[in-house]
């Protein structure tokens, strides 16, 4: 079969297209044009040639691998990127302790170029898990003015979509409070593009005064903008809120308007009846992060006890850049609290369908594989040992798809990762660059402590 020189062709592929709340998996080759699936031709998976030879080298056999849409990372932490081996001194017993004394000042000691490192490193790690739509929460009290510009720079450089926030925390006293609340808004007002959108970042409210979030919160419905926050990660963040201002956290965010359907609340542990109804009403989505509250000790929610009405999303918390592992460790982590496996399939079929739900408010075209969408795919080193279909695919999700490795990426027809291979990247250069700001954090960490 001839081809146009633009072309790019993919055979042999399991392409799991999204249509109705349904995984539809098809065998076939796929055409790529423009940046766009151009034809979709069905073929009969038992009797295709996995050994078929393709004379250009764009062009990819999958040998009856999967194909999916894009992994999306809903809550990220670019910048503890390079926190590894770090040396850390003082008491870790508790969740506040552990901010104070590794997260609270890893970030205060980042500066521009290890802002850039670790963004690098997490746009490669990104790749290598077929994650090209990434929602960060960023924090450098010491390097505001700038830091999402820098960061959305390298997203750019490494052809992936992101929406971008700073962390607005009072900690650190009125003028970085207010630096946090400039980058917020400028970056909203002068740097959005077709690739780079962005929310308005706050840390918890237990770090927020009144006044910092009626300032936000006068933007927030001026522009309508969501926010991007870490709600009740911690009991220690209901119990100081109560403390210092008599409300708890989902109570401020409602009394100030916050909550919207464009608003990401990070964790969401430890809610209340009430706090769901709360967050229901306004559409705002509960990002869970099971590697991270495992990690803290933070405790977890009843899963089954959350509106089914509140949109659900994965993330990683900063801990790794694999949110299908987060999505993996969900289902078990819900079957282990008692739940059926009818209860925990039909759960994690809702988030499967709600992030794609939620991606699309910032970026509508986010592909659903079908003809004439973005060729933006992942192909996973997986072939179905048994039939798959639409009734089945979320079996060999859980059970296959989810225990196996990334192949290859593709992001608006472009080869990310080709077999394995990063395309235009030097990965090797570009870990000993990143190694040499990781060892000034390392030194100037130690300083602090």
Same mark, same amino acid.
């Given at each position: 079969?001839?081809?146009?020189?633009?072309?790019?062709?993919?055979?042999?592929?399991?392409? /799991?297209?999204?249509?109705?709340? $349904?995984?539809?998996?098809?065998?076939? =080759?796929?055409?790529?044009?423009s940046g766009k699936i151009n034809k979709v031709i069905k073929?009969?998976? &038992?009797?295709?040639?996995?050994?078929?030879?393709?004379?250009?080298?764009?062009?990819?056999?999958?040998? %009856?691998?999967?194909?999916?849409?894009?992994?999306?990372?809903?809550?990220?932490?670019?910048?503890?990127?390079?926190?590894? %081996?770090?040396?850390?001194?003082?008491?870790?017993?508790?969740?506040?302790?552990?901010?104070?004394?590794?997260?609270?000042?890893? =970030?205060?000691?980042?500066?521009?170029?290890?802002?850039?490192?670790?963004?690098?490193?997490?746009?490669?790690? $990104?790749?290598?898990?077929?994650?090209?739509?990434?929602?960060?929460?960023?924090?450098?009290?010491?390097?505001?003015?700038?830091?999402?510009?820098?960061?959305? &720079?390298?997203?750019?450089?490494?052809?992936?979509?992101?929406?971008? /926030?700073? &962390?607005?925390?009072?900690?650190?006293?009125?003028?970085?409070?207010?630096?946090?609340?400039?980058?917020?808004?400028?970056?909203?007002?002068?740097?959005?593009?077709?690739?780079?959108? $962005?929310?308005?970042?706050?840390?918890?409210?237990?770090?927020?005064?009144?006044?910092?979030?009626?300032?936000?919160?006068?933007?927030? +419905?001026?522009?309508? /903008?969501?926010?991007?926050?870490?709600?009740?990660?911690?009991?220690?963040?209901?119990?100081?809120?109560?403390?210092?201002? %008599?409300?708890?956290?989902?109570?401020?965010?409602?009394?100030?308007? *916050?909550?919207?359907?464009?608003?990401?609340?990070?964790?969401?542990?430890?809610?209340?009846?009430?706090?769901?109804?709360?967050?229901?009403?306004?559409?705002?989505?509960?990002?869970?992060?099971?590697? $991270?509250?495992? +990690?803290?000790?933070?405790?977890?929610? +009843?899963?089954?006890?959350?509106?089914k009405s509140i949109p659900i999303l994965c993330g990683t918390?900063?801990?790794?850049?694999?949110?299908?592992?987060?999505?993996?460790?969900?289902?078990?982590?819900?079957?282990?609290? %008692?739940?059926?496996?009818?209860?925990?399939?039909?759960?994690?079929?809702?988030?499967?369908?709600?992030?794609? =739900?939620?991606?699309?408010?910032?970026?509508?075209?986010?592909?659903? *594989?079908?003809?004439?969408?973005?060729?933006?795919?992942?192909?996973?080193?997986?072939?179905?040992?048994?039939?798959?279909?639409?009734?089945?695919?979320?079996?060999?999700?859980?059970?296959?798809?989810? &225990?196996?490795?990334? +192949?290859?990426?593709?992001?608006?027809?472009?080869? *990310?990762?080709?077999?394995?291979?990063?395309?235009?990247?030097?990965?090797n250069k570009l870990s000993k660059e990143i190694f040499v700001?990781?060892?000034?954090?390392?030194?100037?960490?130690?300083?602090?402590?």
């Amino acid at each position: 079969m001839s081809k146009a020189k633009d072309e790019i062709r993919i055979t042999n592929a399991w392409l /799991c297209q999204i249509e109705d709340k $349904s995984v539809k998996p098809t065998f076939a =080759d796929v055409t790529i044009k423009s940046g766009k699936i151009n034809k979709v031709i069905k073929k009969d998976f &038992e009797k295709f040639n996995s050994a078929q030879t393709l004379s250009d080298p764009n062009d990819f056999n999958a040998a %009856g691998r999967i194909v999916t849409i894009p992994n999306v990372n809903f809550h990220d932490h670019f910048y503890s990127r390079l926190a590894k %081996g770090l040396n850390v001194t003082g008491d870790t017993s508790n969740f506040f302790n552990i901010l104070t004394n590794l997260w609270w000042k890893l =970030d205060l000691a980042l500066d521009l170029e290890m802002v850039r490192a670790s963004a690098q490193m997490a746009a490669f790690e $990104s790749i290598k898990n077929g994650v090209t739509y990434i929602f960060d929460h960023h924090a450098s009290p010491s390097f505001t003015i700038g830091s999402l510009q820098t960061t959305a &720079e390298v997203l750019n450089d490494f052809n992936l979509r992101g929406v971008l /926030c700073f &962390e607005t925390s009072d900690r650190n006293g009125n003028k970085l409070t207010n630096q946090a609340i400039i980058e917020n808004e400028s970056f909203f007002s002068k740097f959005q593009t077709e690739n780079i959108k $962005s929310l308005y970042g706050l840390h918890a409210s237990f770090t927020l005064e009144n006044d910092t979030l009626k300032t936000v919160a006068k933007y927030v +419905n001026e522009f309508n /903008c969501g926010i991007h926050i870490h709600l009740c990660e911690d009991k220690s963040d209901s119990e100081l809120s109560l403390e210092k201002f %008599g409300k708890n956290p989902v109570q401020r965010l409602f009394e100030n308007n *916050l909550l919207n359907e464009k608003s990401i609340l990070a964790h969401g542990i430890h809610l209340e009846n009430n706090d769901y109804d709360i967050i229901s009403k306004f559409g705002s989505a509960i990002v869970y992060n099971p590697d $991270s509250n495992l +990690n803290n000790s933070v405790g977890l929610p +009843n899963y089954e006890s959350v509106p089914k009405s509140i949109p659900i999303l994965c993330g990683t918390d900063g801990m790794h850049a694999d949110p299908v592992n987060s999505y993996k460790k969900l289902f078990l982590l819900h079957r282990h609290q %008692g739940n059926s496996f009818e209860q925990s399939f039909n759960w994690i079929q809702k988030i499967y369908f709600d992030q794609i =739900d939620f991606v699309k408010k910032f970026f509508p075209d986010y592909t659903s *594989l079908q003809v004439r969408d973005r060729a933006d795919i992942v192909i996973w080193d997986y072939v179905p040992p048994a039939p798959m279909s639409e009734q089945n695919f979320f079996g060999h999700w859980v059970y296959g798809i989810t &225990e196996r490795s990334v +192949n290859s990426v593709m992001q608006n027809g472009k080869w *990310l990762m080709n077999n394995l291979q990063l395309t235009g990247i030097d990965q090797n250069k570009l870990s000993k660059e990143i190694f040499v700001q990781g060892k000034r954090l390392a030194e100037k960490f130690q300083s602090l402590t």
